[in-house]
């Protein structure tokens, strides 16, 4: 059975969108089989992976239970994994999903016939702790935080550790941290070292393998490429296949 896991924090601008795509491009690589489902209103995600959202259908139809989400799986251009679309009807779903019964078990419903063709399913969640990213925590068997190596890194992460904990509690007692993921390192500045420092101080889940600031990795997107297809050479693309070698040698061991 494959593995679900979200990639979630409430901030924007961390590297949560750019993770995803990047591990699961580089877990492909690997020979893993890997959907990843974009749950962003913004579908960056899905523009991130050579596809036009408007006119797709995807996530938020598997949502609603308009379609099985196995039939809306897109094959990635010139890559190796599989995606789940998001369009801009899914900035509606938080409205739309409330008066509905099991609201938070829609996306664990949706996900459910697919682990058995995939080894991981990845959720890249919105910028926030809305309905949306509940679905998702509930359908994830685990988590990965991606944290920006800059001041206030930490701001909000205790409010994310509250929901995953209330989660937990009241509809996914399974739920695990698989590991926080520094984003956008720096090493020319003191600050960015400290912040590595101070993360791994008080979240011991963090993964050894950080990933560098690159203008390179930020580029990939505007060109629907991954940073495999952009600059296979690149630190970034090195950065995220160590990462990918590291998840897969602890995915046995989350806690």
Known sequence: MGRVVAFVNQKGGVGKTTSAVSLAAALARRGQRVLLVDLDPQANATSACGLDPRGLRGSYEALLEEAPAEGL?????????????????????????VPLLARERRLANAVAPLRGSYDWIFIDCPPSLGLLTINALTAADSVIVPVQCEYMALEGLSRLVETLELVRRNLNPGLSVLGVVLTMFDARTRLAQDVVEEVRRHFPQTFETV???????????????????????????????ALAAEMLARSGAAV
């Open 211 to 241: 990933v560098p600031r690159s203008v390179r990795l930020s580029e990939a997107p505007s060109h629907g490429l991954t940073i495999f297809a952009y600059d296979p050479g690149g630190r970034a693309a090195a950065a995220y296949d």
């Open 73 to 97: 799986v897109c094959s990635v251009p010139g890559e190796s994994f599989s995606i789940l679309p998001a369009n801009p009807a899914l900035a509606g779903a938080e409205v739309e999903l």
